[in-house]
Nanobody, 115 residues
Framework: QVRLVESGGGLVQPGGSLRLSCAAS????????TFWYRQAPGKPRELLAT???????TYKSSVKGRFIISRDNLNDTVDLQMNNLKPEDTAVYYC?????????WGQGTQVTVSS
């Protein structure tokens, strides 16, 4: 059974930073492309960033230059470093990895940007 678990969310002031982490049990993230999404209340889920097994990355334009997706191969996690956070970044953040055995999502971690 594959499970994804996100961690690292919380409350942060505008301009602050958070680092989210996505870990998997039952499989290895390092051999799959992993995506970070977010969903704000009343809005559709949106794709923020992608990282391939080879380390190639892509970003949604509104977070490019502020968010960095990376792999920690030692711990087999995919992390999302979020800098210069804005109130509009408030959302539940999810990681997603399509694998040979299915399309897996974490339960989400809440990020709230507020003063």
């Amino acid at each position: 059974q594959v499970r994804l678990v996100e961690s690292g969310g919380g409350l942060v002031q505008p301009g602050g930073s958070l680092r989210l982490s996505c870990a998997a049990s039952g499989s290895r993230l390092s051999i799959y492309t992993t995506f970070w999404y977010r969903q704000a209340p009343g809005k559709p889920r949106e794709l923020l960033a992608t990282i391939t097994p080879g380390g190639s990355t892509t970003y949604k334009s509104s977070v490019k230059g502020r968010f960095i997706i990376s792999r920690d191969n030692l711990n087999d996690t995919v992390d999302l470093q979020m800098n210069n956070l804005k109130p509009e970044d408030t959302a539940v953040y999810y990681c997603n990895t399509p694998m040979a055995t299915g399309d897996y999502w974490g339960q989400g971690t809440q990020v709230t940007v507020s003063s």
